[in-house]
């Protein structure tokens, strides 16, 4: 089977595989520009990534973010979006942008929301004001807001849900939704609408969605419903199982994915595309990720460490002045995380562009055929001794030829 595919607004060529584990890198084309994958899109949920400017945004290296179709169409609506030309044009941004249908929000505003085969019905959080999102309407907005990469509106619960017949039905009602998805899509030829794999854990639920929505044929697929709260061995189960039985020339995206150790396992599993509010809101809290873990700038032990935030990282942070770079220290951090938006500010900026730096590192690691090697490098740098990385990490890595502590 082809390992390449192309439509009206995409294009997506496999460049190198992993001759262990499942992983590929390769280049997705859209309309605004190339993307090279795996990646991590940062969400800019409302047309905006709290505390950067767009250039700030490009400068870390992102081609694709996120917006999100439900807060979009809450504020500033359908209209002024019309009005404006769409997202691209109301936040000031050359590059992709992917919009999430709003399904995820009957999960995460569950107390807002009530479920019906019509669609869902919202109170908005800013008001009160009722709203019905159809997939009609999802695609509409969609459509309006103009974002190179649409996904269906699929029907979301929990995946710690013990309802087992809620989850099949929520399941079944996303296939259904998405044949209504692309029957109201008026622009395939300028936007690519991705389908939804739900089914919770259950992977007999997940390979009966994996079955049918490949027989849609959109130009690409994402795998739903985790990071809900599940375990990371039945996460990692679920992304395997997706893999194997999706098309190999299609791009593959986990939604709601965006811890170090969690984006290198998935792509070792198969997987090209995530997204997650993670590094950027934890930067919201004086949290730097680094290459040995995540650290808080707030804790007074920083309070006079003057060396950089990541010693390896080359972000405007990081990166000395007569490198071109700002020099930001740690112990400047611990200065004004807690008293100044500057500290969120800056730690955005670091950990937007550690987590893109790091995709860049496997996607060369994967064209070198040297991702088992990366692997070891990574946990060892990151646990020091790899009796402490987790055994969820060590059980999936091992089912995919990689054995950490051999």
Not at 61 to 75: D, F, R, V, W
Not at 231 to 249: E, F, H, I, R
Not at 271 to 295: K, Y
Not at 345 to 359: A, I, P
Request: hydrophobic share 40%.
């Amino acid at each position: 089977m082809s390992t390449s595919s192309q439509s009206a607004a995409l294009k997506f060529e496999i460049v190198a595989k992993c001759s262990t584990t499942k992983a590929r890198a390769s280049i997705l084309t859209l309309p605004h520009g190339p993307v090279s994958l795996p990646i991590f899109q940062p969400v800019a949920t409302q047309a905006s990534l709290k505390g950067l400017t767009p250039t700030q945004l490009a400068e870390t290296g992102c081609n694709l973010c996120l917006n999100n179709t439900y807060h979009l169409g809450l504020k500033p609506g359908q209209e002024t979006l019309e009005k404006v030309g769409g997202a691209h044009a109301l936040q000031g941004w050359k590059g992709n942008i992917l919009t999430d249908s709003g399904g995820f929000q009957m999960v995460s505003l569950l107390k807002l929301a009530k479920v019906t085969e019509e669609g869902v019905r919202f109170l908005s959080p800013h008001d009160g004001t009722p709203m019905l999102l159809t997939p009609e309407h999802s695609i509409s907005l969609q459509n309006t807001i103009g974002s190179d990469i649409i996904m269906q509106l699929d029907d979301v619960i929990a995946t710690t849900s013990p309802d087992a017949e809620r989850m099949e039905e929520a399941m079944e009602r996303s296939i259904r939704w998405l044949d209504r998805c692309i029957a109201a899509h008026k622009r395939p030829e300028k936007q690519n609408l991705f389908c939804i794999i739900q089914g919770g854990l259950d992977l007999e639920m997940r390979k009966v969605c994996c079955k049918e929505m490949a027989k849609r044929d959109t130009p690409g697929i994402a795998i739903g419903g985790l990071s809900g709260g599940e375990d990371k061995m039945s996460y990692c189960q679920v992304v395997s199982a997706c893999t194997d039985l999706l098309p190999p020339n299609k791009p593959r995206y986990v939604m709601g994915v965006g811890y170090p150790e969690d984006l290198i396992v998935s792509i070792a599993l198969g997987a090209d595309m995530f997204d997650c509010v993670w590094p950027t809101r934890t930067a919201r809290f004086g949290n730097a990720v680094t290459s040995t873990g995540t650290l808080n700038l707030r804790h007074a032990s920083f309070a006079n460490d003057t060396g950089p935030i990541d010693a390896d990282c080359a972000c405007t942070c990081c990166r000395p002045e007569e490198e071109g770079g700002l020099g930001i220290t740690r112990a400047y951090i611990y200065h004004v995380a807690s008293k100044e938006t500057a500290g969120a500010h800056l730690l955005t900026m670091h950990n937007v562009h550690y987590l893109l730096s790091l995709m860049g590192k496997v996607r060369a690691a994967i064209t070198e055929d040297r991702y088992p090697e990366f692997l070891r490098a990574y946990f060892r740098r990151a646990y020091g001794d790899m009796a402490r990385v987790p055994t969820w990490a060590l059980t999936a890595l091992k089912e995919v030829g990689v054995d950490l502590l051999a």
